[in-house]
């Protein structure tokens, strides 16, 4: 990694050299796209203020200004083995859905895994930028994805962001053809990779309008049923939650995690159209932090 010094002094110089220099070693190479013009591209499709309001989106941990982009390692959660990753990949930025930096932590002495993962990603040089409510929130964000996956068609907001704004939290839309409640089930255990899906025992038979959210979407759910949707998908409802609403919807919790990995996608498109060269990386570790038997 390049020192203060030489970003301050000849930059062009240095990266060449830099460059040269890295083919010899494993050390990182780096490119002319800067850290923050990456973010200002995921900024672009995900701005920061379409944010949620108890979010914290936004680049949480960062390098000097200006300093160029080695390469980028996607993830949805920043845990030690992903940054050891990043580090190992000569990757100086990772891209996560979920933010390292929800609570204002008070002292960083390694106390807990998010303090461990500040010292690490500094130490490192690593740059920690979360796109989370916001990409949720942008049209073509997260549930906009999970419904391509499904196939669904004429895809909008389920709960619009207002202001006149575009975008909004969960999605409903149409699937091409009415499938029975098991085969739909099937294609939804099928689609999201799920070990398990949860869903309550409902009167209807068949599924053409489905609504859905990624994450903790469970508050989506009078919006679903508002929005006529004959199922409605997230990654987490709980338990009480799935009382009450069997002449209403099925409801299907498929889990957090499997509900926002193709998240990963939406990310790497938006970084390989604005770098095409720069290196980008689907994080290997497992950071789903739940097991199923
Ligand atoms: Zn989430």
Redesign the pocket.
């Known amino acids: 990694m390049r020192s203060l010094l030489q970003n301050l002094f000849f930059p062009s110089l240095i990266r060449t050299f830099a460059n040269r220099n890295d083919e010899t070693t494993t050390s990182r190479r780096f490119h002319d796209m800067k850290i923050r013009e990456i973010i200002g591209a995921l900024e672009q499709f995900a701005p920061l203020s379409l944010q949620d309001e108890y979010d914290n989106a936004g680049l949480q941990i960062g390098l000097t200004e200006d300093a160029d982009a080695s390469g980028a390692l996607l993830c949805l959660d920043v845990t030690e083995e992903v940054i050891a990753e990043a580090a190992e990949r000569g990757c100086n930025l990772i891209v996560a ?2 933010p390292l930096l929800f609570h204002a932590p008070k002292r960083i002495v390694g106390d807990d895994y998010v303090q461990r993962c500040i010292m690490q990603a500094i130490r490192s040089g690593i740059a920690i930028y979360s796109a989370h409510t916001n990409l949720d929130n942008a049209p073509g964000g997260v549930s906009w994805r999970m419904a391509e996956k499904l196939g669904l068609t004429k895809v909008h907001p389920l709960l619009p962001l207002g202001g006149g704004r575009d975008g909004g939290a969960g999605v409903v839309g149409a699937l091409p053809t009415v499938m029975e409640r098991e085969d739909f089930i099937a294609l939804v255990k099928e689609t999201f990779d799920a070990d398990s899906v949860r869903y309550n025992s409902w009167t209807g038979e068949r599924v053409k309008t489905v609504a859905l959210c ?3 979407g469970a508050f989506l759910i009078p919006e679903a049923i508002g929005a006529g949707a004959d199922v409605f998908i997230t ?1 987490e409802i709980g338990y009480h939650r799935f009382f009450g609403y069997e002449n209403d919807i099925q409801l299907m919790e498929i889990g ?1 995690y499997e509900s ?1 990995q193709f998240t990963l996608e939406i990310l790497r498109e938006i970084i390989t159209k604005t770098d095409p060269s720069l290196p980008v990386f689907d994080t290997t570790v497992e950071t789903n932090p739940i097991n199923y038997l």
Do not use: K
């Open positions: 859905h979920h990624g994450g903790a990654g957090h926002e």
